[in-house]
């Protein structure tokens, strides 16, 4: 275990409202950490926190020197609904964008850059549509972009913002098999409502709802989601591998 | 034809035709791109209230149109940010204000205002030496902007968070290029006037977004396609003593009209 971040008593407030609360949480490099809670629970928050876009109120993100270059060795997945899709701007675009970084604004990527592409636009199976708008992809394949977008730059921890969102169960599932190879080179953060889901490839599921709670094993049982005040709906699914509800035992 | 050329007026037309279709072609693409657009609208008629300042203090318009330009383009951010009012009250905030304080002043100025007309509806007839100055700077600084900072405007108007998320210089580019479009806006206004100039912003590039979704390429485009509006317009003008500005407007819309007919041909015969 290398130890990449680690958040102390994290608290970010807006104005008044408390979004999360004295959030305590190590990652390091083989963790794939599984971030489920409600809308408005401080998911997305958290996941921005990290990233630098909000500012601790309280509270401090210690990142360790592994994590040095700290724009670049973290890849960052946002919502793709957020995005204006009629933007012209082609794939390939997007992908190299990931290259930006403090030092390299005037000229974010250059020729040498393109290596790092086409080993990323293989791995990631989008040769065929390298060259189109953004705006003619589908959902699928918009996420395949935006994690090449993500990847290119070779972080040592990737952070997602909901991926299973706007793609089908298909794409779902090679997206978490994507993600399963991926966390043999890096650490994962993932958020996601669809604890069921996720639970099945996480190696550790956490619990935000304003405050957080830390569950160090992928199985975690209604009981104790109530007690982590961590109210979400949870959905089985039939043909994923490991069983998520019900009677287990395990030890912490 | 051929004798037009002979007219100072006429080759100074031209000469303004071109250099407002370059910045206009490259702000409007990026204006468009970032659907500002409503944005241009403020700062441009906004701009009437310096246009107004500077007449009544007998100073050349387009540098009060400027100052006004660019401080409205400010102060629509700043009154949204600041004022946390949403971003289209701030805008018609500062459009009315504008075209209110241009009013005033022009009422408050002895005599008949002569030009009024000309920076309501525009007069690429009678640009000046400086108003060709003006546009020769901006459209140079708009072009070399765009040129060398290509990439980085692309990823920070296409994910601003993503930008500030890789420590890019956000800020910095979102002032730059708004002034840039402030500026853009007011050195057309001596082609189309602050009630047309829109169009000018945003027709050609609409035009070239049926034919092509890439910025450099709608950017290129959109030059040609202004430059011929404008051409075109002149000489049709001309003949037919028609006010350009609403002319080169008319003949923007019927090359949108007609690429959108190219456009649905071209998608039955597939």
């Known amino acids: 275990m290398s130890e990449l971040i680690e958040i102390r008593n994290l608290t970010v407030r807006y104005g008044e409202y408390t979004a999360i609360k004295d959030v305590n949480l190590s990652i390091s490099q083989p963790d794939f950490i599984g971030v489920i809670g409600p809308n408005g629970g401080g998911k997305t928050t958290l996941l921005k926190a990290i990233l630098g876009l909000l500012q601790p109120s309280s509270g401090e993100i210690i990142f360790s020197e592994k994590l040095e270059n700290k724009q670049s060795d973290i890849g960052y997945l946002p919502q793709i609904n957020k995005f204006d899709h009629r933007f012209p701007i082609s794939v390939k675009e997007v992908i190299l964008s990931g290259m930006a970084g403090k030092n390299r604004w005037i000229k974010p990527y250059s020729k040498k850059d393109d290596k790092k592409l086409e080993s990323i636009i293989s791995e990631l199976d989008v040769e065929h549509i390298v060259h189109k708008p953004i705006g003619e992809l589908s959902g699928g394949q918009m996420q395949r972009v935006f994690l090449g977008r993500a990847l290119i730059s070779e972080p040592k921890l990737l952070v997602l913002d909901e991926p299973d969102t706007y793609v089908d169960n298909q794409f779902e599932h090679e997206l978490y098999e994507m993600l399963v190879e991926l966390n043999k080179r890096m650490a994962i953060l993932l958020v996601s409502h669809d604890v069921g889901t996720i639970s099945s490839y996480v190696k550790g599921i956490a619990c935000i709802n304003t405050e957080f709670n830390y569950h160090p094993s992928n199985v975690i049982s209604p009981e104790q989601l109530k007690a982590y005040n961590c109210p979400i709906q949870i959905i089985t699914h039939g043909e994923v591998p490991h069983t998520v509800l019900g009677q287990h035992d395990h030890q912490h | ?270």
């Not at chain 2, 659907?35 to 441009?44: H, L, N």
């Not at chain 2, 930008?163 to 890019?168: L, P, S």
């Not at chain 2, 040609?224 to 075109?232: E, R, V």
């Open chain 2, 1 to 270: 034809m051929i004798d037009l050329f002979q007219y100072d007026f006429f080759t100074n037309a031209l000469l303004a035709a071109l250099l407002t279709s370059i910045s206009c072609g490259i702000i409007g693409s990026y204006i468009v791109a970032r659907r500002m657009v409503f944005i241009g609208g403020g700062i441009t008629h906004a701009s009437f209230g310096g246009i107004g300042i500077a007449y009544f203090l007998g100073i050349n318009p387009m540098f009060g149109a400027a100052v006004f330009a660019v401080l409205s383009a400010m102060g629509i951010n700043w009154l949204t940010n600041r004022g946390n009012l949403r971003q289209d009250s701030s805008i018609a905030i500062w459009w009315s204000l504008g075209m209110a304080i241009g009013v005033i002043f022009i009422a408050l100025t002895p005599g008949y205002a002569p030009n009024l007309m000309s920076f309501l509806f525009g007069s690429i007839l009678t640009v000046s030496g400086t108003d060709l100055l003006f546009m020769a700077v901006v459209s140079t600084l708009t072009a070399l902007t765009f040129f060398l900072f290509f990439k980085t405007i692309m990823i920070i108007s296409f994910d601003e968070e993503f930008a500030k998320a890789r420590n890019m210089p956000v800020k910095t580019f979102d002032y730059l290029l708004i002034t840039l479009s402030a500026l853009a806006i007011v050195a057309s206004i001596r082609v189309s006037g602050v009630i047309l100039v829109l169009s000018l912003l945003t027709l050609p590039q609409a035009t070239a977004n049926i034919f092509t979704r890439k910025f450099r390429n709608i950017s290129i485009a959109s030059i040609a396609i202004g430059f011929t509006a404008m051409f075109a317009g002149l000489i049709t003008s001309y003949h037919t003593n028609l006010p350009s500005g609403a002319t080169i407007i008319l003949i923007l819309t019927l090359f949108f009209a007609l690429g959108k007919l190219i456009a649905s041909l071209k998608f039955r015969s597939l």
